[in-house]
């Protein structure tokens, strides 16, 4: 069974950096074709896609967002961590990771997501 | 920047059929994927690669794509299916990887 487990703080301050974890069973990011994604839903708004990385450390950033994402990979631990620097409150959300399908680039599993508030 | 346009709504009857529909003018290069979003829970991947069920999704949900256009068809709506529905495609090849629709939320009457 596939499962993916989102952690990290639940407040944080603005221009502070956000660290979420990703922790999932079920697969290995040793496996080729094996991709994480993280995906963001602020408050009664759209699904936002982040950032990938694939079993190759390959890695994918979106374009908006790029200067302030890192996203890596601890494959003994089964773990994706995502950092976001300078934190405002505009990206108060829900921040969900999924297993990412390697071509096609669709969603198959997430996590059942993560509130992440930005207030001082 | 690359767009997804869904109609913020749709309203049906239990047993109609739904139609939701996902524009996007490179569309006819791109696979779309759609996902069901119920209050308060993770969205679940309905369709992928516009017609492609994945297992344990009900027959009742399909898609469709015709130019720049694909459509998710929801035949024999039960009141379960009331959800938002998200599209997505992606272009690995160009400057954005991802986007999402804006979403839709199907209301069973």
């Known amino acids: 069974q596939v499962t993916l487990r989102e952690s990290g703080p639940a407040l944080v301050k603005p221009t502070q950096t956000l660290t979420l974890t990703c922790t999932f069973s079920?697969?290995?990011?040793?496996?080729?074709?094996?991709?994480v994604s993280w995906i963001r839903q602020p408050p009664g708004k759209a699904l936002e896609w982040l950032a990938r990385i694939d079993w190759d450390d390959d890695k994918y950033y979106s374009t908006s967002l790029t200067t302030r994402l890192t996203i890596s990979k601890d494959t003994s631990k089964n773990q994706v961590v995502l950092t976001m620097t300078n934190m405002n409150p505009v990206d108060t959300a829900t921040y969900y990771c999924?297993?990412?399908?390697?071509?096609?680039?669709?969603?198959?599993?997430w996590g059942r997501g993560t509130q992440v508030t930005v207030s001082s | 920047s690359y767009e997804l346009t869904q109609p913020p709504s749709v309203s049906v009857s239990p047993g109609q059929t739904a139609r939701i529909t996902c524009s996007g003018d490179?569309?006819?290069?791109?696979?779309v994927h759609w996902y069901q979003q119920k209050p308060g829970q993770a969205p679940a991947l309905m369709i992928y690669q516009d017609s492609e069920r994945p297992s344990g999704i009900p027959e009742r949900f399909s898609g469709s794509s015709s130019g720049t256009t694909v459509t998710l068809t929801i035949s024999g709506v039960q009141a379960e299916d009331e959800a938002d529905y998200y599209c997505q495609s992606s272009d690995s090849s160009s400057n954005y990887y991802v986007v999402f629709g804006g979403g839709t939320k199907l209301t069973v009457l």
């Open positions: 079920g697969f290995s990011l040793r496996t080729s074709g094996m991709c």
């Open positions: 490179a569309l006819t290069k791109q696979y």
């Open positions: 999924a297993r990412t399908s390697f071509d096609s680039w669709s969603f198959d599993l």
